[in-house]
């Protein structure tokens, strides 16, 4: 058993920075998949970054690349995602989803590749 808690956000102004926190805790962290994912108002949820615990790789959505990175801190089963150049369109609520499986480049965005989420966290950027 996996659990996810998200910890961060808050709100933000136009091209400021903020970071989150994911906290997988339950089962070991390498070889595991941890995500962040975000949901507008009015909008499906879509992924915004992912990282293998193991080996470090990661995928980005097109919209966050070169403004957010994902990292990880395997001591302490800690994952986050620092967010800089905020933009009003990063207003969403922010979940955390993690895996025991490996999930391919190709599917990192698939929601249904994770089987815990966390309760999410809202994020709000202000013009």
């Known amino acids: 058993q996996v659990t996810v808690e998200e910890s961060g956000g808050g709100s933000g102004e136009t091209g400021g920075s903020l970071s989150l926190s994911c906290v997988a805790s339950?089962?070991?962290?390498?070889?595991?998949?941890v995500g962040w994912f975000r949901q507008a108002p009015g909008k499906e949820r879509e992924g915004v970054a992912v990282i293998r615990t193991g080996d470090g790789r990661t995928n980005y959505a097109d919209s966050v690349k070169g403004r957010f990175t994902i990292s990880r801190d395997t001591g302490k089963s800690t994952v986050f995602l620092q967010m800089n150049d905020l933009q009003p369109e990063d207003t969403a609520v922010y979940y955390c989803a993690a895996t025991s499986r490996y999930v391919l480049p190709s599917q990192w965005s698939d929601e249904s590749m994770y089987r815990y989420w966390g309760q999410g966290t809202q994020v709000t950027v202000s013009s």
């Open positions: 339950g089962d070991a962290v390498t070889g595991n998949t």
